[in-house]
């Protein structure tokens, strides 16, 4: 395992204050991403912690959003903001850690390049020793071309010899199996999870995090709390599905198919010169 995530996982396992956490970005597709991934462990990252959202949130359909009371598009996505730094708040986090690329919530896929570029220019400026990102699992287009795009950048920054962080995935949610499954990765060889129980104290503050999200509050109440899960980003073929069977995004009414997908990625990986797998 690359020493960069050793010390990060290490900063996990002891008590907020008494680790030394390498300098960390998470790379979230949504404002609450980052809650439901790694939000128990931000006190731990105090001062270390930098938080980038690659859309805000705020889909171009009305009927995806969580709230229906909102006048505008710009409103809808105001709210998210508003949401995520009250959930940092909570966890004692300033909310100017924050970035944001304001990709079209939902539209992350159709744009892999330009995103891939900017985390390029994004990460070549900030430095940051690990990045903490999605699992390719298809559980939302956005997710998995986030995850897309964190590989492709940090391949194509190693590729010019630049410095590329190291890369950690946090849980969300897939289907294998035909049913929802939250919390838990996807099996995949060669890369090991870490489970952190969250305390008492932890998990109450998780809660009270969640509970910032407002508009999403459907989405989260299947979302638990009590353990965090991380591991190595693997080596991904993202021209292939992520398992058999029909990805969740699949099946929703709006949005892009599995395999409408998978020739957006391949498309993508050629215009990046990236072989393929990586």
């Not at 270390?48 to 909102?70: C, F, I, K, N, S």
């Not at 298809?138 to 071309?145: E, F, I, R, S, W």
């Not at 499954?181 to 890369?191: C, I, K, M, S, W």
């Not at 929703?252 to 020739?263: C, D, E, F, T, V």
């Amino acid at each position: 395992m690359d020493p960069r995530i050793t010390a990060l996982l290490r900063c996990f396992n002891v008590p907020p204050g008494q680790g030394d956490p390498p300098s960390t970005l998470v790379i979230a597709a949504h404002p609450d991403d980052e809650t439901i991934g790694v939000g128990g462990m931000f006190p731990r990252l105090d001062g270390a912690l930098t938080v980038l959202h690659v859309t805000d949130g705020a889909p171009r359909h009305r009927r995806q959003w969580g709230r229906q009371e909102y006048a505008t598009w710009d409103d809808y996505a105001r709210q998210r903001l508003h949401e995520v730094e009250c959930a940092l708040r909570v966890a004692g986090v300033d909310p100017s850690v924050c970035r944001r690329m304001e990709v079209m919530d939902s539209e992350v896929s159709l744009n892999m390049v330009p995103v891939t570029r900017r985390l390029m220019e994004i990460l070549d400026d900030l430095r940051p020793e690990v990045v903490i990102t999605h699992p390719y699992e298809g559980g939302h287009t956005d997710h998995d071309a986030t995850a897309f795009a964190v590989r492709a950048a940090c391949t194509l920054l190693a590729r010019d010899g630049a410095p590329a962080p190291a890369i950690t995935e946090f849980t969300s949610y897939h289907n294998e199996g035909g049913d929802k499954v939250v919390n838990r990765f996807l099996p995949f060889d060669g890369a090991p999870e870490t489970e952190v129980v969250l305390a008492a104290e932890e998990k109450d503050m998780k809660r009270r995090m969640y509970d910032c999200f407002y508009t999403q509050g459907g989405v989260l109440r299947d979302m638990p709390v009590r353990v965090e899960r991380f591991r190595p980003a693997p080596r991904y073929d993202f021209t292939q599905a992520p398992h058999a069977g029909r990805l969740r995004y699949e099946r929703y009414p709006l949005g892009i198919r599995g395999k409408h997908w998978r020739a957006l990625a391949a498309d993508a990986m050629e215009l990046l010169e990236l072989n393929r797998r990586w």
